[in-house]
């Protein structure tokens, strides 16, 4: 049934060429020529996607609810921002880096950003603003946060995001953890993100390999046996490969320096870096704009 439906869709127009080559994860290819199923709106994001994590809001801030797995990925995201040195991107007439944060959820790590020496502010969105209330009220609790512009949450989808008129309006650290694997149509979502990053500045995101190995661990494993994650947040045909992560990023002019890394969820250890796993399991990808 998934593969039929990227057959019907790769009838669309070159502009929305999809991340995803194939739903077979045993056939590889090299390059992408498929597309995502076409939907009219202007809007990537899943309904049904906003309203299960809405059922999560109140318990996003239990590091031992069915948002563990986050608070326990957080430190990963930072340390992966410095291995690609964002943290060391210089700019003229600007106290710190400034960062943009798509699909904040809770604000666990829009929150860790806003509170580094090297910040100047921390624009966060989400389209849940069931969850975003809960991030506020959360973010109330640290004086430091409260400060202007420190941190600012808004209930607002990227596609409604106004584009910044000059570089200087453009963010140093764009992030998408957890988020491109929930959307419609990655491809046409990423070319939303794009314009908000500024030249010298990083797009920094993590996902999962459509592979086997990533639906026995995700879908089989964390979602119905041992119930890690609550049933239904991932959708494995929504993955995306490294590679096709990579492929979609090289056919774009003024972008470079790719780089991912593997990450595998260990039980009493937490999540740690595995070399090579981004190529099945969990992985960051991080690109830097170059002009």
């Known amino acids: 049934m998934i593969y039929r439906q990227l057959l ?3 009838k669309g127009t070159p502009s929305s060429q999809c991340l995803v080559a194939n739903a077979c994860p045993w056939r590889q290819q090299k390059y992408l020529h498929t597309t995502r199923i076409y939907r009219e709106s202007h809007s990537s994001i899943d309904p ?3 309203s299960h994590f809405n059922a999560l809001a109140s318990s996003w801030w239990d590091p031992q609810g069915p948002s563990r797995l986050l608070h326990l990925m957080n430190p990963l995201r930072h340390q992966f921002i410095r291995t690609c040195g964002a943290l060391q991107t ?3 007439g600007q106290s710190g880096l400034r960062y943009l944060d798509i699909g904040c959820g809770g604000g666990i790590f829009a929150e860790s950003a806003a509170r580094l020496p090297t910040t100047e502010s921390v624009t966060a969105i989400d389209p849940s603003s069931e969850v975003l209330d809960v991030a506020k009220y959360h973010a109330r609790r640290d004086p430091l946060l409260a400060q202007k512009d420190r941190l600012n949450y808004k209930n607002i989808a990227i596609e409604d995001l106004p584009v910044p008129k000059d570089d200087q309006e453009k963010y140093d650290i764009v992030t998408l953890f957890e988020v491109i694997e929930h959307v419609t149509d990655p491809s046409a979502f990423l070319e939303k993100v794009l314009p908000h990053i ?3 500045g990083w797009l920094v995101m993590s ?3 459509r592979t086997w190995t990533s639906w026995f661990t995700t879908k089989l494993v964390a979602e119905d046996v041992l119930g890690m994650v609550p049933r239904g947040t991932h959708e494995w045909s929504k993955y995306i490969n490294e590679p096709e992560m990579r492929n979609w990023f090289g056919k774009r002019n003024g972008y470079g320096d790719a780089r991912s890394m593997g990450v595998v969820y260990v039980p ?3 999540w740690r870096e595995v070399p090579y796993s ?3 399991g ?3 990808f991080g690109v830097r704009k170059l002009n």
Do not use: C, D, M
């Open 8 to 10: 019907r869709a790769s």
């Open 268 to 270: 009493g250890l937490g």
């Open 207 to 209: 996902t999962i390999a």
């Open 278 to 280: 981004e190529q099945w």
């Open 198 to 200: 500024r030249p010298g």
């Open 90 to 92: 210089s700019k003229h």
């Open 48 to 50: 049904s996607e906003v």
């Open 282 to 284: 969990n992985y960051f």
